[in-house]
């Protein structure tokens, strides 16, 4: 009788055991230490979506990337054109593997904004071909809201895309609110 009681709590306990156990296998991507060399010369757009009409907009952009020596921050200079005068704006980024962190100190039009974000995923290939996905909580037309940002080269070509999803809302909104293409400048043919 001990023996046919035990039975079913033995069966559970080894169940649980198997779906723990199963659970702590699972590994955490690794991150790269570091960042790849990303020095370069980017021309391109970007396109948003406007607030007022709800359509798309596409702007030229240009963007220059330099990687510091030790391959964790990145300085990045953007000049883009919106309708009827220009936007210089230049971000000084620290990435720290270890903590998942990617920290931006943003200077644009007179506005300094720090950000830090979570990196959710960095598969680094190579130099040529990685992509970083990196979020964190901020406003979108005057709304809280979590915004990730996926960011990828491949070859030559660098994309960045922004989504959103409002945090007064239990609806999963995902709204793709701006995406750049942008192609090295050394790669681009003459007109």
């Not at 971000?91 to 979570?118: C, I, L, P």
Request: aromatic fraction near 10%; include cysteine; glycine fraction near 4%.
């Amino acid at each position: 009788m001990f023996k046919t009681r035990l039975l079913p709590i033995l069966s559970v306990f080894c169940l649980l055991w198997t779906l723990l156990a199963g659970v702590q296998a699972k590994e955490v991507q690794k991150l790269p230490a570091q960042l790849p060399d990303l020095d370069g010369s980017y021309a391109g757009q970007l396109n948003y979506i406007d607030y007022r009409s709800n359509k798309a907009v596409a702007i030229p952009m240009q963007l220059h990337l330099k990687t510091s020596s030790d391959k964790t921050m990145l300085i990045a200079d953007r000049v883009y054109t919106d309708p009827g005068y220009q936007v210089f704006s230049l971000s000084v980024m620290r990435y720290e593997a270890k903590q998942a962190k990617w920290y931006d100190e943003n200077f644009e039009q007179g506005n300094h904004v720090s950000t830090t974000y979570e990196v959710l995923s960095f598969d680094l290939k190579n130099d040529r071909d990685w992509k970083l996905v990196r979020s964190t909580q901020g406003q979108d037309n005057n709304r809280a809201a979590r915004l990730t940002i996926t960011e990828s080269l491949q070859g030559r070509t660098f994309r960045s895309e922004t989504r959103v999803d409002y945090l007064d809302t239990d609806e999963d909104e995902n709204l793709r609110r701006n995406w750049i293409e942008l192609t090295e400048k050394s790669a681009q043919t003459a007109p």
